[in-house]
Nanobody, 123 residues
Framework: VQLQASGGGLVQAGGSLRLSCAASGRTTSSYLMGWFRQAPGKERGFVAGITGSGSSTYYSDSVKGRFTISRDNAKNTVYLQMNSLKAEDTAVYYC?????????????????WGQGTQVTVSS
């Protein structure tokens, strides 16, 4: 499975961005999919996750209410809609795929990773 993240960029605080993660190589419709982020000097951390069917979603407390994860299995693509962006959301965002049915928040349980896309929020 290859994952290609896109949609990052520079945005002012309060603005919005939509990240996409396109999978290729095989269908990921049965996989948990997650978004993680890593800011300079910090560890990579969980942002949001979604089950294979899309029926359940999970968010870190820092983005809950502002970010929305979704997926289109027909397109083998996962999205992260980011609203009300803050300077502290600045990071490289990574999408990842987890073949298990558990372990949203643990990066160690994800099997495949995209290359990352930079999100910069100016204050």
């Amino acid at each position: 499975v290859q994952l290609q993240a896109s949609g990052g960029g520079l945005v002012q605080a309060g603005g919005s961005l939509r990240l996409s993660c396109a999978a290729s190589g095989r269908t990921t419709s049965s996989y948990l999919m997650g978004w993680f982020r890593q800011a300079p000097g910090k560890e990579r951390g969980f942002v949001a996750g979604i089950t294979g069917s899309g029926s359940s979603t999970y968010y870190s407390d820092s983005v809950k209410g502002r970010f929305t994860i979704s997926r289109d299995n027909a397109k083998n693509t996962v999205y992260l809609q980011m609203n009300s962006l803050k300077a502290e959301d600045t990071a490289v965002y990574y999408c990842a795929a987890n073949r298990r049915t558990y372990g949203f928040q643990s990066s160690a349980l994800y099997d495949y990773w995209g290359q990352g896309t930079q999100v910069t929020v100016s204050s």
